[in-house]
């Protein structure tokens, strides 16, 4: 038997070595007939002697008498690749917002600012551009609040552009950090059956067609009148799913789309935004969370200003002058730590300068939240040991029974960023908690993680949207999202 195994084992090996061999790894290779912009203004001027095809759309028009200059951009990166085109290239149609074809000859520029340009043999018109009637105007520098109203073509402006390179820069530094911290990446559901928060602020989820109902329940014997036979939401976190995972996988995060049905118009709250959420077994300190939080946004926030320095610098220059000084800072000094109950004491001593008192026992105001940052010396402040009502039920009682394992992060502008906690791990705590909110039917799962297993466990979770407005000094979280929900307004 063990012989068969193995003969079957070797000839397996064989076939997949075979196929390696005759396949060979699988590249794609970057040609001067796919190049992006980004690739063609990184070329060497005196290594041009081929023909390239440039795509993307015009930026500007700058006539001459007998040459045109046009500036082409395809996303790749902040910059426009100029081409240089004659008069006998030129073509009807050529105007700001149209996509083009360009062929031509990579050439040393004359120009300040710019290693190449494209001298055009041909120009395609692919897609034209009715100057008349597109909302986009040239050289011009819409207001958020306008492109905001136009969100089918707001990523054709420079600086929704830039957001979106940096964005991915972001996500790409946030899988980074967690794969090199060896954490294992897990894709939480939108749908669940779970209010992780408690707060009830949750969308619901069924059918649109009552026929798809009726087919449901003709083949079963449910007749509550639920697709999924339970009440199912929209995703508010994927924490407590987290939480089963790194009950066997130890180090475990998730990056995806969450929604709040909050009725709020405020610059840092949306109905549907990203959350970074980690959890990590055997982790049972607010200090572990403390310091996984703090080496993951100074890891995140290093990468992105180095790998999007350029699209960094134009928010810095023109969007929020002055706030690179407060990222400098962030990456140079480490975090302040206060208790809950010091900050309030700190804010009662100058409860003037509020328009709501604070008060031991209720959540930070967001004016509560950048007096604190202001008063660390504006550097990002971790709050912890929260009163235990105003948290969610998971968090792990302190020797203080008042008090809770839970921690805030605070940063400059944007106030709250990341929410953390140690999980309470104690089945008997936990037990009564649930039974005290009635909830234990609904939370046996949850249990039984404590009943079989059990291991001390943290975690915390970062609002993504946030993330962005306090790196680049966006003022409203509506504009640094692609497609942003919000009460009222659900755009395309």
Not at 212 to 231: M, Q, R, T, W
């Amino acid at each position: 038997m063990a012989a068969s195994i193995w003969k079957t084992c070797q000839v397996c090996l064989c076939r997949s070595i075979q196929y390696s061999s005759r396949v060979g790894p699988i590249t794609r290779t970057i040609s001067s007939q796919n190049a992006s912009i980004s690739h063609l203004l990184r070329r060497d001027p005196k290594e041009m002697c081929d023909t390239v095809v440039a795509k993307g759309w015009i930026k500007s028009v700058r006539e001459q008498k007998h040459v045109m200059f046009l500036s082409l951009h395809d996303g790749s990166c902040i910059d426009s690749l100029q081409i240089v085109a004659k008069e006998h290239v030129c073509t009807d149609g050529i105007a700001f917002g149209c996509s083009v074809e360009v062929r031509g000859h990579l050439i040393p520029s004359k120009s300040k600012g710019q290693k190449v340009e494209l001298s055009a043999e041909e120009i395609k018109v692919i897609g034209p551009c009715d100057n008349e009637i597109y909302p986009l105007k040239a050289r011009t520098r819409h207001s958020a609040d306008y492109t905001r109203q136009i969100p089918h073509l707001r990523s054709r402006t420079n600086t929704f552009s830039s957001l979106l390179r940096i964005r991915n820069s972001a996500t790409q530094a946030v899988h980074a950090f967690f794969q090199e911290a060896g954490f294992l990446q897990v894709d939480t559901p939108i749908i669940t059956s779970n209010d992780c928060e408690g707060a009830g602020e949750t969308f619901t989820v069924q059918p649109a067609n009552p026929v798809v109902l009726e087919d449901v329940e003709k083949n079963s014997n449910d007749k509550s009148g639920l697709f999924f036979n339970v009440p199912a939401f929209l995703t508010v976190s994927g924490q407590l799913h987290l939480e089963i995972v790194a009950s066997s996988h130890q180090k475990v995060y998730t990056l995806g789309p969450t929604f709040r049905a909050e009725n709020s118009s405020s610059r840092r709250h949306l109905s549907e935004f990203y959350m970074l959420e980690v959890e990590e077994a055997f982790a049972d300190s607010v200090e572990d969370v403390m310091k996984l939080t703090e080496d993951c946004v100074k890891s995140v926030t290093h990468k992105v200003c180095n790998q999007s320095q350029d699209d960094v610098e134009l928010f810095h220059k023109h969007v929020s002058p002055g706030h690179k000084d407060v990222i400098d800072k962030l990456l140079g000094k480490p975090f302040a730590v206060l208790s809950y109950t010091d900050a309030i004491h700190i804010l009662e001593k100058h409860r003037k300068k509020f328009e709501f008192d604070p008060k031991w026992g209720c959540d930070l105001l967001k004016e509560h939240e950048k007096f604190l940052v202001s008063h660390c010396d504006n550097i990002p402040v971790f709050v912890v040991d929260y009163p235990a009502d105003i948290k969610p039920f998971y968090a792990k009682s302190n020797d203080d029974p008042s008090t809770v394992a839970a921690v805030d992060l605070l940063v400059p502008d944007v106030g709250e960023l990341v929410g953390g906690t140690v999980r309470e791990d104690r089945l008997d705590i936990l037990q009564q908690r649930l039974d005290d909110l009635k909830l234990t039917d609904s939370y046996q799962w949850y249990l039984d993680l404590r009943r079989f297993g059990n291991v001390p466990h943290s975690g915390f979770g970062l609002g993504f949207e946030r993330y962005l407005q306090f790196l680049l000094g966006v003022e409203h979280i509506r504009d640094v999202i692609p497609f942003p929900r919000y009460a009222h307004s659900c755009l395309l």
